[in-house]
């Protein structure tokens, strides 16, 4: 089992940055691949980052690349998304995901992550 809890969502102005933090507890962090989804009301969870558990393997979702950046800290077994340039259309509940299947290459597909947050809340005002 792999419990994840997320951290640093709120409410920021257009334009201004912000830091989720996703603490992960239960089973060894650095056998993990962690990914970033999203949701927006009304809207299908999407696909933001991830990382592969090297550290060294790295997917964006276009809608945010060059304005978010996915990386972890295995020994304080935190996954980060730093995220500058936000703009409104980045409000969304941010989940945390844990995929141990030890695959090499992070999945970009919720279906490929076991075990999931419950959510931090990023809203972007205009």
């Known amino acids: 089992q792999v419990q994840l809890v997320e951290s640093g969502g709120g409410l920021v102005q257009a334009g201004g940055p912000l830091r989720l933090s996703c603490a992960a507890s239960g089973r060894t962090f650095s056998s993990l691949a962690m990914g970033w989804f999203r949701q927006a009301p009304g809207k299908e969870r999407e696909f933001v980052a991830a990382?592969?558990?090297?550290?060294?393997?790295?997917s964006y979702a276009d809608s945010v690349k060059g304005r978010f950046t996915i990386s972890r800290a295995n020994a304080k077994n935190t996954v980060y998304l730093q995220m500058i340039s936000l703009k409104p259309e980045d409000t969304a509940v941010y989940y945390c995901a844990a995929d141990s299947s030890g695959r090499l290459f992070p999945s970009r597909g919720f279906m490929g992550y076991d075990y999931w947050g419950q959510g931090t809340q990023v809203t972007v005002s205009s």
């Open positions: 990382i592969g558990w090297s550290g060294d393997r790295l």
